[in-house]
């Protein structure tokens, strides 16, 4: 299920800002190539008479990274206190009552792999940056993703459609 502009307006709970792009745990900012995404419609309650939308675990846990946007990267982090790129996958997930692994390889590993064309909400996205697979984000539909790009950086919404994250996406994952 690929949501449509619609669906994924419902989904975004808070107003984010501009793309970041780069990578994580620690390596040194890509200079900023990718367009900035422009920021999402609020939708913070049905409208009268209509109910209010059931949620995926996928949905549930995009929503929680969403409300994370702002926060500062931190090498190692998954708490408030700031996130690395796996930090924020695991935090989002444990929030939404689904265990994730901590690290990136750790989360390749344990999450069922996801071809581009059948990607939900909430799926993680692996990206290959300098060469090896190193950087996660969360799918939240509309070609959007969002993750914790490197340290000075925060909890950013990007392109998935990039030329950079183009080039660095290899597959997604799903718990």
């Known amino acids: 299920?690929?949501?449509?502009?619609?669906s994924f307006a419902r989904l975004?709970?808070?107003?984010?800002?501009?793309?970041?792009?780069?990578s994580c745990a620690g390596h040194t900012p890509q200079p900023r190539?990718?367009?900035?995404?422009?920021p999402a419609p609020v939708a913070a309650t049905p409208a009268?008479?209509?109910?209010?939308?059931?949620?995926?675990?996928?949905?549930?846990?995009?929503?929680?990274?969403?409300?994370?946007?702002g926060m500062p990267y931190r090498y190692g982090g998954a708490s408030r206190d700031g996130f690395d790129c796996?930090?924020?996958?695991?935090?989002?997930?444990?929030?939404?009552?689904?265990?994730?692994?901590?690290?990136?390889?750790?989360q390749w590993r344990g999450l069922r792999a996801i071809d581009r064309d059948d990607m939900q909400v909430g799926d993680v996205l692996f990206f290959?940056?300098?060469g090896r697979m190193s950087h996660v984000g969360m799918y939240l539909g509309d070609g959007r993703f969002v993750h914790a790009p490197s340290s000075g950086r925060e909890v950013t919404i990007a392109a998935l459609d990039s030329p950079?994250?183009?080039?660095?996406?290899?597959?997604?994952g799903r718990p």
Do not use: H
């Open 164 to 172: 950079f994250y183009q080039r660095a996406f290899i597959r997604a």
């Open 86 to 106: 796996s930090g924020l996958i695991q935090y989002a997930y444990k929030q939404a009552g689904v265990t994730v692994p901590r690290t990136t390889g750790s």
């Open 128 to 130: 290959r940056i300098r």
């Open 33 to 38: 190539t990718d367009r900035p995404v422009s």
């Open 48 to 69: 009268p008479g209509e109910s209010a939308p059931v949620r995926s675990v996928g949905e549930r846990a995009a929503v929680v990274a969403v409300r994370q946007v």
């Open 12 to 22: 975004i709970v808070i107003v984010v800002c501009s793309a970041g792009l780069s």
């Open 1 to 6: 299920m690929i949501l449509q502009p619609a």
